[in-house]
């Protein structure tokens, strides 16, 4: 029966008909109730009706392979009932709201070194498959005998099974390993390293770049010698692909960012030549005190050249004649982009706000559409990211839009964030909030949380306008606990309030709010 339906299936319905007196008999009599003047329907309900069949009555497999962690001892405490409750408030409120609460829930049963009750194992159990796999290993961790063994029916749970870090590298895909090296960063650089150096030499020219590319976007200073063997292997060549070209440029950028290199000393001796003394104007000038700025060629020089550039940075021409009008001043801002900042204080003579100011003033800048743009601010703002710079950032922050601050307010430390925030007035800009708080995990200070608060409700009740329900979600995780008698407190609104902003504003932020502290509070005590 089942290769005539893979016959049937491969030759099609028109060519190979289906003998359906193979089929059990309560099949059957259903088939023959349907009409044949579509053959192909009637085969595709045959199929699915067959394999209903088949499934009808089975125990699930049972899975055999090891979970991903151990769990707790078999003779481990038991959760109390009162805390064990708490589980089915957590997985009652909405699913954008659960996944802090449930972390912290669990991360408080393994810390007391506690596991479920029957009760909390079995809705663990109901809703594993609709909750992250990051909490299957803390799932599993709380579990009992019993419950690991209901645990090895679900049908999901393979894919939490436990597979070597050096298994993932060996059999696994690009985007699997490229992962597992992204997270070994984070916590063992010098295993990560082994890892690829391991198989440095079997990998593609394509998968290379990709781990150059995490290389750079996690450097830490302990990657230089492994960066400075591999790169003779990026040397110039006559006839090379463009990949070649720019693992080289990568790999050059990352080893001029670290004054210890042979890479930093030679490209800062070649560029000191830039550097030259002119009279200062007004007052200064007529005291005689000379300004330090840089000159830069408009055409090929002894350095500033298309095959020196090529052959030992792996920079390419201007890509943009728009904004670069000259190959040397695109050149010059990957330099800028690469180079620790006090090299250009240093040799410019200036302080970090003054030098910002001087790379982006009216020498540096061109007309586009009408309008004036700095050629140099996106290398000012990749050097800050790239260092790390704090003070780098807190002064391109002064003279930037808000577009162009997102990727730098990561920077600013803990306890200027908020300061940042309420005195541009982003209060309830989503972008900027979580620019500046995705890897905070404190709780904003009393009088800030009610101020963001107070402006939502503002916006939606006085002004009855929109703003998303996300503000909502962040708020949730950071906002103090005392904002929760000041939104118990909002519950008279204006006459003029559409009732839809109402029902917004109770939904998303007094109920949502309120119940996920109370939560928390249960949790923490």
């Given at each position: ?22 089929l ?14 579509d ?125 070597s ?123 005689g ?39 040397q ?30 790379f982006i ?36 922050l ?93 519950n ?17 932020f007094v ?15």
């Amino acid at each position: 029966m089942l290769q005539q339906l893979i016959n049937t299936a491969l030759l099609g319905t028109e060519k190979m008909g289906f003998d359906e007196k193979l089929l059990p008999e309560s099949i059957r009599n259903i088939i023959e109730k349907m009409p044949d003047t579509d053959k192909e329907a009637r085969f595709f309900k045959t199929v699915a009706l067959l394999s209903f069949y088949e499934e009808a009555g089975q125990k699930p497999k049972r899975f055999e392979g090891e979970f991903p962690i151990e769990n707790l001892k078999s003779d481990a405490a038991v959760a109390s009932p009162k805390f064990a409750s708490i589980l089915n408030e957590i997985l009652e409120i909405p699913y954008n709201l659960r996944n802090d609460l449930l972390t912290l829930w669990l991360d408080k049963l393994i810390e007391n070194k506690q596991i479920c009750t029957a009760k909390s194992t079995v809705a663990l159990l109901n809703s594993i498959e609709s909750l992250p796999k990051k909490l299957h290993p803390k799932i599993i961790k709380v579990l009992s005998k019993n419950g690991l063994e209901l645990l090895a029916f679900k049908t999901s749970i393979s894919a939490t099974t436990q597979v070597s870090d050096e298994q993932i590298w060996k059999e696994g895909k690009l985007a699997e390993r490229r992962e597992l090296f992204t997270e070994l960063r984070k916590e063992d650089v010098q295993k990560a390293l082994a890892l690829l150096e391991s198989t440095w030499k079997e990998e593609s020219l394509n998968d290379k770049r990709a781990f150059v590319e995490v290389i750079k976007t996690t450097f830490q200073p302990s990657d230089v010698a492994f960066l400075e063997s591999v790169l003779p292997e990026f040397a110039f060549k006559a006839k090379e692909r463009k990949t070649q070209k720019e693992i080289r440029q990568t790999i050059k950028g990352l080893l001029m960012g670290i004054k210890t290199t042979e890479s930093y000393s030679n490209t800062t001796a070649a560029l000191k030549s830039y550097f030259h003394q002119e009279k200062a104007k007004g007052m200064m000038g007529w005291i005689g005190k000379e300004n330090t700025v840089l000159v830069l060629p408009d055409t090929n020089d002894d350095f500033m050249n298309t095959s020196k550039m090529e052959a030992e940075y792996g920079m390419e021409l201007s890509p943009d004649v728009a904004i670069f009008t000259t190959n040397q001043h695109y050149w010059f801002a990957c330099f800028l982009e690469y180079l620790p900042f006090d090299f250009w204080t240093q040799h410019l003579e200036k302080d970090v706000p003054t030098t910002v100011k001087y790379f982006i003033s009216e020498v540096f800048t061109v007309k586009l559409s009408g309008k004036k743009l700095a050629i140099f601010l996106n290398a000012l703002i990749n050097n800050a990211l790239q260092h790390k710079d704090v003070a780098l950032a807190k002064a391109l922050l002064k003279i930037t839009s808000l577009h162009d601050q997102l990727p730098l307010l990561g920077l600013l430390p803990e306890d200027e964030k908020e300061e940042y925030i309420l005195s541009t007035k982003q209060l309830t800009s989503l972008q900027a909030l979580e620019a500046c708080f995705s890897n905070f995990h404190g709780t904003w200070s009393a009088d800030f949380s009610k101020a963001i608060l107070q402006e939502c409700y503002t916006i939606l009740i006085e002004k009855n306008t929109y703003i998303s329900e996300q503000l909502g979600v962040i708020m949730v995780k950071y906002l103090h606990p005392s904002v929760s008698v000041f939104l118990l407190n909002t519950n008279q609104y204006p006459a003029s309030t559409n009732h839809y902003y109402i029902r917004h504003w109770e939904k998303y932020f007094v109920e949502a709010i309120v119940k996920s502290q109370r939560i928390r509070q249960k949790i923490n005590t």
